[in-house]
């Protein structure tokens, strides 16, 4: 049967050996940080990593496979997405002091979780993933930053498995990092990380997180259903300075509406689909582009079928 998940292994056997979740045709709306979108065919959420390796060691080859942590910044289309979807669970969560102000962190944690535990630990210089919404693993993979710093500011070298359920490890280093992208290999599956921050005073990390927390609150949307930012900044200029020269706030598709309060965050104030937030994104890059002559870039990845 398709809701068993023997279907997707080439052992099928293998199945009583896999203690995670396993869920065939899941909608993806309550799941979503956006609350809207269409059904993933397959989606797995491991137990820990020793049953994600198991399970990639025994999927079907050509298997199309698809890593999300906590869907904050994806659109998955109404149409939805074939394959197998896997979600980092809270699992990998784990945070290890290791040495000299390095920190090992679960690929499955909060930013802002990591950076609370800074306070104890006296690190600086993480202070930052206080505003950004989401995980480290999918924080990584799109270099994902805010009020200056970037996660490949922090990052000393990255855990991964690969698609056959092999331990990788690489050195930050050998990763090409660029603004909110990197070229990290869609067949790896990041597990944890080390993160290098520097000695500080646990009242002074404190005090810049509930600035940074301060900041975000009173200018982004709260209560609404939201990916966080839209579109990656121009070179020249923030993308919410360009939406808001054209006086496009409050412009809405359905219910998918550009935020008043920040004008490069789109919110949910009902029941929007997903075609509503991309038609409304295209919307606002159409009416950029022809005013201004730049063609912004999405930062909300977006995936899967047409409805």
């Known amino acids: 049967m398709l809701n068993n998940i023997d279907t ?29 979108g269409g059904i993933l065919e397959y989606l797995y959420i491991p137990k820990n990593e020793n049953d994600l390796s198991i399970l990639l060691q025994e999927l079907i080859p050509g298997l199309e496979l698809n890593v999300f942590g906590k869907l904050s910044n994806i659109l998955i289309r109404d149409g939805g997405l074939s394959g197998l979807s896997i979600l980092i669970p809270p699992e990998f969560k784990k945070i290890t002091y290791q040495k000299q102000n390095i920190l090992n962190v679960g690929s499955g944690i909060l930013d802002k979780e990591v ?13 930052f993933l206080s505003g950004i919404p989401g995980t480290i693993g999918g924080g990584i993979i799109m270099n994902a930053g805010c009020y200056g710093s970037e996660f490949k500011d922090i990052l000393l070298d990255i855990n991964f498995l690969d698609k056959k359920g092999k331990k990788i490890k690489l050195k930050a280093a050998e990763i090409d990092f660029k603004y909110r992208a990197s070229n990290i290999s869609k067949d790896l599956i990041i597990t944890s990380a080390n993160l290098k921050g520097f000695k500080k005073d646990s009242e002074e990390i404190k005090r810049k997180i509930n600035k940074i927390t301060k900041k975000r609150i009173s200018s982004q949307p709260q209560g609404y259903p939201t990916g966080g930012s839209t579109f990656k900044n121009d070179k020249k200029y923030k993308a919410w300075q360009l939406i808001n020269k054209l006086g496009l706030k409050e412009l809405r598709c359905g219910d998918a509406v550009i935020s008043d309060q920040h004008n490069n965050f789109m919110i949910n104030i009902g029941k929007a689909k997903a075609s509503d937030f ?6 606002i890059i159409e009416k950029v582009l022809n005013e201004f002559g730049i063609r912004l870039e999405w ?8 409805g």
């Open 8 to 36: 997707i292994l080439k052992t099928p056997s293998v199945a009583k050996e896999l203690n995670g979740k396993f869920f065939y045709n899941k909608s993806i709306k309550n799941l979503s940080w956006l609350k809207a």
């Open 115 to 127: 950076a609370k535990k800074c306070i104890d630990l006296q690190i600086g210089g993480l202070e």
């Open 278 to 283: 991309e038609n409304l994104g295209e919307m």
């Open 299 to 306: 930062e909300i990845q977006i995936l899967g079928q047409n």
